[in-house]
T-cell receptor, first 115, second 114 residues
């Protein structure tokens, strides 16, 4: 069964500093990986995805993520954090070889960017 | 760009009542997914429909049912509501036929069961 782990409940970073939100996954085949962001009382907003190709994926709002197959990781990064980036971030995985399209989410990481 | 529309945005029900949640996918999207997010929890997949047929089933209780209509909108019907059903219910849609695999989420319906 596919699963996702986000080991940090919360990440604190100062505005202007680089940020990393960690995600590791477990699947039996090749993964499709996604990052979503959730602001208070809002829906999940798609940030970026890895399907195939370059391991470094660039997404919305300056975010990027690096797929590392050997470490089964897909960490979210941004070179310079903004206060407005403060939100709840979810990593998700889908295993296309199973034919299932449902996403399995991690437990979420709350990002707090201090001014 | 058009997004996924969900209605109502908020719903308050008593125990043992029924509720119907509606979802209108992004135009031309052919797949609809329903997820449940409990307080402080990650979203859990309930059920999905592709071209009006159920395509996948997750942890959906037997008290819940769903369908997708000819105009591709979907409804989640919930009966004999329990306190534990209080959650944020998300609908997502994707264009599976193009195999883009990105699910776009609606704003959610917050259901409170008293």
């Amino acid at each position: 069964a596919q699963s996702v782990a986000q080991p940090e409940d919360q990440v604190n970073v100062a505005e202007g500093n680089p940020l990393t939100v960690k995600c590791t996954y477990s699947v039996s085949g090749n993964p499709y990986l996604f990052w979503y962001v959730q602001y208070p009382n809002r829906g999940l907003q798609f940030l970026l995805k890895y399907i195939t190709g370059d391991n470094l994926v660039k997404g919305s709002y300056g975010f990027e993520a690096e797929f590392n197959k050997s470490q089964t990781s897909f960490h979210l990064k941004k070179p310079s954090a903004l206060v407005s980036d403060s939100a709840l971030y979810f990593c998700a995985v889908r295993e296309p070889d199973t034919g299932r399209r449902a996403l399995t989410f991690g437990s979420g990481t709350r990002l707090q960017v201090q001014p | 760009a058009a997004g996924v529309i969900q209605s109502p945005r908020h719903l308050i029900k008593e125990k043992r009542e029924t509720a119907t949640l509606k979802c209108y996918p992004i135009p031309r999207h052919d797949t609809v997914y329903w997820y449940q997010q409990g307080p402080g929890q990650d979203p859990q997949f309930l059920i999905s429909f592709y071209e009006k047929m159920q395509s996948d089933k997750g942890s959906i209780p037997d008290r819940f049912s769903a369908q997708q209509f000819s105009d591709y909108h979907s409804e989640l019907n919930m009966s004999s509501l329990e306190l534990g059903d209080s959650a944020l219910y998300f609908c997502a849609s994707s264009y599976t036929s193009r195999n883009t695999d990105t699910q776009y989420f609606g704003p959610g319906t917050r259901l409170t069961v008293l």
